[in-house]
């Protein structure tokens, strides 16, 4: 997965927090610089002005699940509050003097923003070895510097805390960014994992399978970029299901099964207990394979 850490207005970042917002729409320029690599599940981190200190500081995140360009009038009416103002008047106001300009742009670039969470303190780039220019305009990607720094920084803000005030508002919990932890974690292991390929071999079948088992399940939670994964974080324990096509002891697929599953707790540092799904009943004479299958638990 992609992080970014994005330049953000002060004003409307106090906005949001008092008012206990865990979803933004977050708007800039139409014409701002293109994301190369900044998709649906990643983190954004506002990078803000904080105290007297000339470094800016990381104050939050959210997770952007989709974006897009849009009027300025269509995007308050679909995102109204959202957008960080309380009326549409005042929020076109906040566009001319963010962008520090009299006319009002046709359209703005809108990222839509979940599991938005707000530090209890700043978090600066420089505690964790990165360096962020105090010039940037727009955004940085964090993990070039860094592949681990996602979690860095995130392991430092549930060491300092949820800010009290929104997590007062929406009661939320003080465990959402250790969840927040896990997934991160989750996909960079998977991250460093090839994909099983044999899984397209019968797509339809195994997507009917994990959709089934999602639906028993609904505290699973699917994978990003994988539709055969689901896992669920509960108690510190982290339990994912994965599904597959082995037919028999034979099928080289075996190995590619076990060899998946002993990697991802590789790149976890943890042992994870898992399932494995499949579309048939496997025959009493292939029993062998699930002793093999449970051996590596």
Not at 5 to 14: G, K, M, S, W
Not at 77 to 102: A, M
Not at 236 to 260: C, E, M, S
């Amino acid at each position: 997965m992609a992080s970014i850490a994005y330049i953000t207005d002060r004003t409307i970042l106090e906005f949001h927090r008092l008012n206990g917002s865990t979803t933004m729409n977050f708007w800039r320029l139409e014409s701002s610089k293109q994301f190369k690599d900044f998709k649906e599940g990643d983190l954004l981190f506002f990078l803000t002005k904080c105290d007297s200190k000339k470094e800016k500081g990381i104050l939050g995140y959210g997770r952007l699940v989709k974006q897009g360009n849009m009027s300025i009038k269509k995007m308050w009416d679909v995102y109204g509050s959202q957008n960080g103002y309380r009326s549409l008047e005042r929020f076109q106001e906040g566009i001319t003097k963010i962008l520090k300009q009299e006319r009002l742009p046709k359209k703005l670039n809108s990222l839509y923003l979940t599991h938005v969470v707000f530090f209890q303190s700043p978090i600066y780039p420089s505690e964790l070895g990165l360096e962020i220019s105090n010039k940037l305009e727009s955004f940085v990607y964090l993990d070039r510097q860094d592949s681990q720094i996602t979690f860095k920084i995130l392991q430092k803000a549930k060491e300092n805390g949820i800010d009290l005030w929104s997590s007062l508002e929406h009661e939320v919990s003080h465990d959402v960014i250790e969840h927040e932890e896990v997934r991160v974690a989750i996909l960079n292991s998977f991250k460093e994992i090839k994909a099983l390929t044999y899984l397209e071999e019968n797509p339809s079948g195994l997507k009917k399978v994990i959709k089934q088992y999602q639906l028993d399940h609904p505290d699973f939670i699917a994978m990003k970029g994988n539709p055969y994964l689901l896992y669920r974080y509960q108690e510190g324990k982290i339990t994912f299901v994965l599904a597959h096509t082995i037919k028999d002891l034979h099928d080289r697929n075996v190995q590619l099964v076990l060899g998946y599953l002993q990697l991802f707790q590789y790149y976890m540092k943890q042992y994870c207990p898992y399932s494995v799904l499949m579309e048939y009943v496997l025959l009493p004479e292939n029993s062998e394979l699930l002793k093999i299958i449970e051996h590596i638990r």
